[in-house]
């Protein structure tokens, strides 16, 4: 098992940046895809970005120029890195592992490990 920390969120001005981070911990020795989501207030899951254990990524199409995913393995740490913050990203982010560690399960959702989450807000 792996267990997940988000930290990073707060509030942000429109046009800003933010970092958001996951700590790793527990079974880290085995190769896992990991990602980010987000849930805005009264929207669906979303999938906002995958890092594989190939180092390939994959981004939604809401932010992708403007969003990396990235990570330090001597650290167990995931990243997303946000720039060019809008409104409409406020939301909750989650980090998220799963064991096919080339991410044929991001699409869908059906990760294995999660988050509990941290709020990012965007002020226009």
């Known amino acids: 098992q792996v267990q997940l920390q988000e930290s990073g969120g707060g509030s942000v001005q429109s046009g800003g940046s933010a970092r958001l981070s996951c700590v790793a911990s527990?079974?880290?020795?085995?190769?896992?895809?990991m990602a980010w989501y987000r849930q805005a207030p009264g929207k669906e899951r979303e999938g906002v970005a995958a890092?594989?254990?190939?180092?390939?990524?994959i981004y939604g199409d809401s932010v992708k120029g403007r969003f990396t995913i990235s990570q330090d393995n001597a650290k167990n740490t995931l990243y997303l890195q946000m720039n060019s913050l809008k409104p409409e990203d406020t939301a909750m982010y989650y980090c998220a592992a799963d064991i096919y560690d080339y991410c044929s399960t991001y699409r869908s959702g059906s990760m294995d490990y999660w988050g509990k989450g941290t709020l990012v807000t965007i002020s226009s």
């Open positions: 890092l594989d254990s190939r180092g390939i990524t």
């Open positions: 527990g079974n880290t020795s085995r190769k896992y895809c």
